[in-house]
Structures are given as C-alpha cells and as structure tokens.
C-alpha cells in the first residue's frame, strides 16, 4: 500500500485521538468518527475529516482501525455500516480475549472485509515513538498489506496467522505488567514503615534491582521453552527450603509493618508448601509454570 494510503479511525478516546494524531503528523488521509463528536475537534483541526455517520467513516478508507472500550462496543458501532465493509480491511485495536477476536473475524469477513486483530503496547504519549510496539494477528498477507501504515504507531509485531494470538499476548502482558505494579506498591508500602523512609529514595534501589533481575528472563524462558520440549534440566534452579525460608520472612516483615494486604505472599508461601509437598526439593521456572498451569504434581 503507499505510504499515504487513506486511514478511518473509529473510537477517538485518549488512545484513538493518538492513534489518529500519528496518522495526520505523517500525511495520511485520516477520517474520523466517535460516537461523542466533538472527541475530534482537535483531530478536524489538525486536517482529518469527521465523518457524518459511521457508515461514512468506514466507506471512506480502505483501512478501517477501530479503537473503542470493548468487543461488544465495535460490534454495535460498525453494525450500521455492514454494508460498507465489503472490500475493506479492519484492524481492531480493542482490548479483548482471543475468543472474542475469533468471533469478531468470523463477522466481519462474513461481510466480506479483510480482519486483523491487534492489541497496543503503549500508553498514548508513546505512540509515533521508539517506546511504542503493537501486537498484530491475522492473515500474514493482509498484515503485509497495511505494514507500512500501521508502523505509524510504532514498531508493527506480527503475531501469527491465529486470530486470537494478539489479543492473547496483549493481556499476559498486561498481566506482567500488573503483577509488576501489585509488587511495586506493596513493596514501597513496606518500606515506608521506616521512619526515615521515602518512596522516590526506595523506588531508585527497586528500580535498579529490578532491572538486573529483568536481564534472568530470556535464561529463565528458555528453561520453560526446553521443558517443554523435551525436558531437559533447567539452568537456574534453587532449593525449595530456601525459596521457602525467604517467603516466610518477607510475610513476617510485610506483617510487622503494618501492611494489612499479605494475601498474595500467603499465596506464594502456600504455592512453595504446596510444591514441597508433592515431593520437590527445587524450584524451577518450569515447576512454576507447569504448578501454575496444572498444579504441583504435574
């Protein structure tokens, strides 16, 4: 497609004025619709055109990026244009699971348009910038089509051909994303219970541990992508006693100071008793992955 080739946007929230915003900076033919029509004032300002129905945005382009709250909420939106789709090519860029984006692909290419799912790694003052990756799954060829443009937001990963893969990648990150912020807060909630304790002093040693412990993941996934294969031993092992002696001592001391939220240490102490139990002396990240998925015997 050329670099200019013409983009409608639908859903002009926060991220859908960015997502637009990035198309008109680089000279895309950008068109616009939201449901709330004055969420485009400054996009119409900027050089897009705000379509006067939905119908009229999709007819518009033959790129169709769709950014809303939810799946049910771009099936409502684009029901009253089903008769434009036919010969366009949708790039649904909402947070949903996977078997939503497989429904979502059988309707709208039971319209006769071309569907790619995709999910976006970024917070909007990200997008257009080296921070920014998406996510994309769908039909390798309708993905290369639209590459160019889509690179717009920022770097384009393509998934695989499985429609639900984007969206699948897109929430186990969040999902890391989430654990990682849970631990953060509960850990500067520790830490303030010195009194001469501040959060911003304490995050810059958190940071930097954090960091070094990051560089162990690639190690730790390949021990996990190898006993999966064919089980071969994994690299970084510790013994479960210890592992074990550190979780009671992080749940005595989130205790005594005065964190009143222990649920999830109680659940890790429980987790390690658990793995002890079946008979394991070492953890792993396999052994976490498999008890995470199956249970400590399997």
Known sequence: MSSHEPVTVIGLGVMGQALAGALL????PTTVWNRTA??????VEAGAVRAASVAD???ASPLVVLCTLDYPTVRGTLEPAVGQLRGRTVVNLTNGSPAQADEMAAWVTGHGAEYVDGGIMAVP????????????????RVFAAHRETLEVFGEARYVGAEIGLASLYDLALLDGMGFLFDGFHHSVAMALSHE???????TGLLVRWLANM???LPALAADIDADRADGTAPQYTQGLDVQLAGQVNILRAARDAGVVDTVGLEHGKAKL????ASGLTEWSSPVSVRQLRAGPGN
């Open 25 to 28: 900076a680089v000279g895309h």
């Open 38 to 43: 004055a969420k485009g004032d400054a996009l």
């Open 57 to 59: 945005a999709v007819a």
């Open 125 to 140: 003052p990200t997008i257009a910038t080296d921070e920014a990756f998406l996510l994309y799954s769908g039909p390798e």
């Open 196 to 202: 001469g304790a501040g959060a911003e002093e304490f």
């Open 214 to 216: 990051a560089k162990l």
């Open 273 to 276: 008793e658990a793995l002890i």
